[in-house]
């Protein structure tokens, strides 16, 4: 059973640039969270995702943004990067919202700003 | 304000050097608080929900509790394979999505 995929694993992208990222859930997995990973503030909720709806938004600025396909598979988005948004991207799916049954987390994008 | 404190930052300890690690929380109505495991580079991996005081479980080596007030999760006689960052997270009832983690206790374990 293949696990949740997230892509790319490595990024690179320059202050001011886009970035998309993008996880792929597992087969029949139709909620799919996202999380920032630093040092500093450890793991914290961007947003959720169930049936192509937002259910629930972290407390993240307006850049970042998501969005999910019929197929279940999501990407976000973060907009004028700044060097705070330097971060592991973290991808979790689960069977219901809201993970309460536990999540199945991606391995992340790590994302640098520089 | 929902909280998760774990302690402590980072335990050392010998092959089948038996302890536990602690999880504090302060939340309003606690739906379930959960356990992951964090290798270095990878996503974490789910281990337990608890739902209510007085629950328990285990997996192998680890055992979680739950109280009222804090989770521990207790590690028996580790390997060096249990080495990684645990990491605890509470849901609460009035919040449902939002899972809110605590920063980790960073576990290694030595031969």
């Known amino acids: 059973k293949a696990g949740v995929t997230q892509t790319p694993r490595y990024l690179i992208k320059t202050r001011g640039q886009q970035v998309t990222l993008s996880c792929s859930p597992i087969?029949?997995?139709?909620?799919v969270s996202w999380y920032q990973q630093t040092p500093g503030q450890g793991l914290q909720f961007l947003f959720e995702?169930?049936?192509?709806?937002?259910?629930n938004k972290g407390n993240f600025p307006g850049r970042f943004s998501g969005r999910q396909f019929s197929n279940s598979r999501s990407e976000m988005n973060v907009s004028t990067l700044e060097l705070g948004d330097s971060a592991l991207y973290l991808c979790?799916?689960?069977?219901?919202?809201?993970?309460?049954?536990?999540?199945?987390f991606g391995s992340g994008t790590r994302l640098t700003v520089v | 304000e929902d909280q998760v404190t774990q302690s402590p930052e980072a335990l050392r300890l010998q092959e089948g050097e038996s302890s536990s690690l602690n999880c504090s929380y302060t939340?309003?109505?606690?739906?379930?608080l959960f356990w992951y495991r964090q290798d270095p580079g990878k996503g974490p991996e789910f281990l337990f929900t608890?739902?209510?005081a007085g629950e328990e479980k285990e997996k192998e080596r680890l055992k979680a509790t739950l109280t009222k007030k804090e989770s521990f999760l207790h590690i028996t006689a580790p390997k060096p394979e249990d080495s990684a960052t645990y990491l605890c997270?509470?849901?609460?009832?009035?919040?449902?999505?939002?899972?809110?983690f605590g920063a980790g206790t960073r576990l290694t374990v030595k031969p």
């Open positions: 979790a799916s689960s069977l219901a919202p809201g993970g309460n049954y536990g999540y199945t």
């Open positions: 939340v309003s109505g606690l739906r379930g």
């Open positions: 995702y169930f049936s192509e709806t937002q259910r």
């Open positions: 087969s029949g997995h139709r909620s």
């Open positions: 608890l739902y209510s």
């Open positions: 997270a509470v849901q609460a009832s009035y919040n449902n999505n939002d899972m809110r």
